[in-house]
């Protein structure tokens, strides 16, 4: 009922620069907020950055002057620009979205797939 598409990953050098992309579609009439977390291999799942309704944002320490994230609301997309990219930041990057499906009661978490992104020379 609720998908999330998720595109932009890739392989880029250290100090490069890469633009992720997460479209919602599907039975939505409203979102609360959107996020994108990462996991590297052997680590335990963060939050990288996350926006809410309000456009209220909170970013991990570690990207915080690095990414910037920002979304659309007309076309209830959420993008995580990512700039002097470190190999520290080589994860599996997945969106998530809070929201409400038509004639739902509450709102409910649902998740992306995954894109990888890889930062090594």
């Known amino acids: 009922q609720v998908q999330l598409v998720e595109s932009g990953g890739g392989l880029v050098q250290p100090g490069g620069s890469l633009r992720l992309s997460c479209a919602a579609s599907g039975t939505i009439v409203s979102i609360s907020a959107m996020g994108w977390y990462r996991q590297a291999p052997g680590k335990q799942r963060e939050l990288v950055a996350s926006i809410t309704s309000g456009d209220i944002t909170n970013y991990a320490d570690s990207v915080k002057g690095r990414f910037s994230i920002s979304r659309d609301n007309a076309k209830n997309t959420v993008y995580l620009q990512m700039n002097s990219l470190k190999p520290e930041d080589t994860a599996v990057y997945s969106c998530?979205?809070?929201?409400?499906?038509?004639?739902?009661?509450?709102?409910?978490?649902?998740w992306g797939q995954g894109t990888q992104v890889t930062v090594s020379s």
């Open positions: 998530n979205v809070v929201a409400r499906q038509r004639w739902y009661y509450s709102d409910s978490a649902y």
